[in-house]
Each structure stands twice: as C-alpha cells, then as structure tokens.
C-alpha cells in the first residue's frame, strides 16, 4: 500500500488536489490507454483507474518490489 501512495504522491507532483492535471500521469493513462493526454479530462482518468484498477495494483505492487530491491542493494555495497 505504501508503494501505491508513494507513487502517487511522486506522479502528482504540483497536482496534488488535482491529479488529473498531472502532465506524468496524463502521459501514463495515454501510454497504457492509447487516449490522447490532451483530450482527457478528470472523468477519462477516473474511469480508467477504476477500470484498470487489478492491473494498476499489480504494477505498483512490482514497482515497490524494484525499489525494495534496490534500496537493498544500495545498503549492502
């Protein structure tokens, strides 16, 4: 869960209370979703989140692990 909150904390960066304008997290729904960022609107990205949502989860769940992995890495040079 921390790694899921993590990430969107970093991906929203000056978008906090509004995520959807996120220009990272347009690019990411346009490079999954094939929607162009420029049309989306808050409504597309809430729709695809919660569409994609066992799919997102999965990928924030392997995200932490590389950086689990790596920060491990890092302490033990």
């Known amino acids: 869960m921390f790694a899921v909150l993590r990430f969107l904390w970093n991906a929203t960066r000056g978008h906090r209370f509004a995520p959807w304008r996120s220009e990272y ?16 609107t808050a409504r597309d990205i809430f729709a695809f989140v919660w569409a994609s949502r066992w799919e997102l989860v999965s990928f924030l769940r392997w995200v932490g692990r590389l950086n689990r992995d790596v920060h491990v890495t890092v302490r033990q040079k």
């Open 25 to 40: 997290l347009r690019w990411r729904v346009e490079t999954y979703s094939g929607k162009k960022a420029e049309t989306l």
